[in-house]
């Protein structure tokens, strides 16, 4: 198994909702990862865990809260959202610096 | 400075053309380098590694500089399929793990 699943694929969600974005992988990997990407824009960094504990924040704001229940899964439950945080979230896995995979990613959009 | 920059295009070229792309990075401890494709409202896929020795992949060749801190992407005979955001991609190593940053992307549109 060489993906990273995300799910669900596409979220609709109000600015009062409380919801959470999946990730799974089954290669080993033991550094798992979240960007979030604007519309023409690249990929910026989230979260990052290692040996599933939390790595790097880059000053997210706590609306986003990641959770690493192994070192197959890592979630990131949202609340209180606002409309700007629509975009789409992506997650990646990785063994070593060479070898990264991403997930096909969840489409967010806040209403 | 931003720590990855790319010339954002679009580079429109018709099918057949040798097209190169650019890119520059700030940071001298990075450690690895790849090129990533990115088609409309899809994930990022790994196109290749960069390695200072020069490496090919078919039409695809990429080089690193590390002393100027630069890397480049040619793309020999392209086909309409090659249209696509290309994104230049840095890793570094933090005292938290691996850390990429990604260049804006250089946008690709290959006409007939």
């Known amino acids: 198994d060489t993906e990273v699943t995300q799910t669900p694929k596409h979220l609709v969600m109000g600015m009062t909702n409380k919801k959470s974005l999946k990730c799974e992988q089954h290669?080993?990997?033991?550094?798992m990862y979240w960007y979030k990407q604007k519309a023409k824009k690249p990929p910026e960094l989230m979260f990052v865990?290692?040996?599933?504990?939390?790595?790097i924040n880059e000053s997210v704001p706590s609306r986003f809260s990641p959770e690493c229940p192994n070192s197959s899964l890592l979630n990131l439950h949202l609340h209180a959202l606002q409309p700007e945080d629509s975009a789409l979230y992506l997650c990646?896995?990785?063994?070593?610096?060479?070898?990264?995979?991403f997930g096909s990613g969840t489409r967010l959009t806040v209403v | 400075r931003k720590e990855v920059e790319q010339d954002p295009g679009p580079f429109n070229v018709p099918e057949g053309a040798t097209v190169a792309f650019n890119c520059t990075y700030s940071?001298?401890?990075?450690?690895?380098f790849f090129w990533y494709r990115q088609d409309c409202r899809k994930e990022p896929k790994l196109l290749m590694s960069?390695?200072?020795s020069g490496n090919e992949d078919g039409r695809f060749t990429a080089q690193l500089n590390r002393a100027s801190q630069y890397i480049s992407l040619l793309i020999r005979d392209s086909k309409l399929s090659d249209s696509a955001t290309y994104l230049c991609?840095?890793?570094?190593?933090?005292?938290?793990?691996?850390?990429?940053?990604f260049g804006t992307g250089t946008q690709l549109k290959v006409e007939l």
């Open positions: 960069v390695y200072s």
């Open positions: 865990y290692s040996y599933e504990k939390l790595s």
């Open positions: 991609v840095v890793n570094g190593v933090t005292g938290g793990g691996n850390k990429l940053t």
């Open positions: 990646a896995s990785s063994q070593d610096a060479y070898g990264y995979t």
């Open positions: 940071n001298s401890a990075s450690q690895s």
């Open positions: 290669m080993g990997h033991r550094a």
